[in-house]
């Protein structure tokens, strides 16, 4: 199997053509990406806000880069309808 992940790659196995396989990260990787505490990330991955696979031992999670990138445009979306909807200022003003 060709490695090129360090470079944000798929991956390609030559030994099963059209088989590919996505960059992972690890939760400290996404906490980095996000700048988020470790918390956040299980708690997004509890309530399945992002995805993410448990392999192996305990607490041993992979996130794909696409799942990150796909969170993060949701998470954009809902900023977008919010400051649409004029609520951004009106949650910031209750937290005063």
């Known amino acids: 199997m060709t490695r090129n992940s360090d470079e944000g790659e ?3 196995d030559p030994e099963r053509t059209g088989m590919q396989f996505p960059r992972m990260l690890t939760l400290a990787q996404v906490k980095k990406i996000l700048n988020v505490g470790m918390p956040t990330i ?3 991955l509890g309530s399945q ?3 993410g696979v448990k ?3 305990r607490r041993v999670w992979w996130l794909s880069e696409a799942d ?3 969170y993060l445009e949701r998470a954009y979306a809902q900023t ?3 400051i649409e909807a004029s ?3 009106e949650e910031e003003a ?3």
């Open 10 to 12: 798929v991956v390609r």
């Open 42 to 44: 299980y708690a997004l």
């Open 49 to 51: 806000e992002l995805r």
């Open 55 to 57: 392999v192996g031992g």
């Open 68 to 70: 990150v990138a796909d």
């Open 80 to 82: 977008k309808a919010c």
């Open 87 to 89: 609520q951004v200022g």
């Open 94 to 96: 209750a937290e005063d």
